[in-house]
């Protein structure tokens, strides 16, 4: 269902899991095994190890991960994840990310800075992700929903752009990528007309290398190439938030 390993909050999420190489090692490593000095965790949970940086990156229906892998070994000390609603599909970026650790480990070491979660980004967002955590947001050749009564399922609309400003940092950016020129329209449309946000210009773009590796390494991306398609890249900053009056 839905709820399988989502977080009631973001302080729940054992991020050690996904990221252990940044895990966190308690001061003191010697066991505690004295049943009057060892404190039960509440509710039975298993205690959770904290990790040295926070997630900054997220490619939300990230599929097989083909950006998530390109953008991992350019940014090594960021953290990268990729949310993505099929377990099976989700499984695959998890074991090739372990895969690409164990080829790197001794030499590089990259990859251990990648990592994807199996979850619905339309509801579970804030869970995962505190106010303001967010440096880039990917939303990369998206489900069209063409028809008029599907729209509401499009990762794209006036409530989810909310939640995109609440987990991205002033100024952070929204990359989308499409090769429907409706959808294309509508997120143009949408992320404008949003308070939050507004565009990038395309000089900025220019200079930006993650324009180019979504352009070039979502699997999307390369499928719309060989089909000699066009792709629509748009990209949106979030804006300070005006001060009360
Ligand atoms: N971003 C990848 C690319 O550009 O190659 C995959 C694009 S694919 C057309 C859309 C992906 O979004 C699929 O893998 C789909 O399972 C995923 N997806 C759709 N709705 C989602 C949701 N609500 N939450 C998370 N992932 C979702």
New binding site residues.
């Given amino acids: 269902s839905d709820h399988d390993l989502i977080p009631s909050s973001p302080a729940a999420m054992d991020w050690s899991q996904h990221y252990p190489a940044f895990a966190i090692t308690p001061p003191s490593s010697t066991p505690n095994n004295d049943p009057k000095t060892t404190t039960p965790e509440p509710n039975n949970q298993a205690p959770i190890t904290q990790i040295s940086k926070s997630v900054e990156v997220a490619?939300?229906?990230?599929?097989?991960g083909?950006?998530l892998f390109a953008l991992a070994p350019k940014m090594p000390s960021t953290l990268i994840l990729g949310?993505?609603?099929?377990t099976s599909?989700t499984e695959f970026v998890q074991e090739k990310a372990k895969a690409l650790r164990l080829q790197h480990a001794s030499s590089d070491g990259l990859y251990q800075n990648v990592s994807c979660i199996r979850?619905?980004?339309?509801?579970f967002l804030p869970n995962f992700f505190v106010k303001g955590q967010l440096r880039k947001i990917?939303?990369?050749?998206?489900?069209p929903h063409f028809k008029a009564r599907k729209h509401k399922?499009r990762?794209v609309s006036g409530t989810l752009n909310s939640e995109y400003a609440f987990v991205l940092a002033a100024g952070g950016k929204v990359y989308t990528?499409t090769d429907v020129e409706d959808l294309h329209l509508w997120i143009v449309e949408h992320f404008e007309g949003h308070a939050s946000f507004e565009r990038v210009g395309e000089e900025e773009l220019e200079g930006d290398e993650c324009v180019e590796t979504?352009r070039r390494e979502?699997?999307?991306?390369?499928?719309v190439e060989r089909n000699g398609g066009r792709k629509y890249v748009v990209v949106f900053r979030r804006l300070e938030d005006p001060p009360w009056p």
Wanted: include cysteine; glycine fraction near 12%; charge should be negative.
């Fill in positions: 490619d939300i229906g990230c599929g097989f083909g950006l949310l993505e609603i099929r599909v979850a619905n980004s339309m509801k990917f939303l990369c050749f998206p489900d399922a990762i990528i979504m979502t699997e999307e991306g390369k499928k």
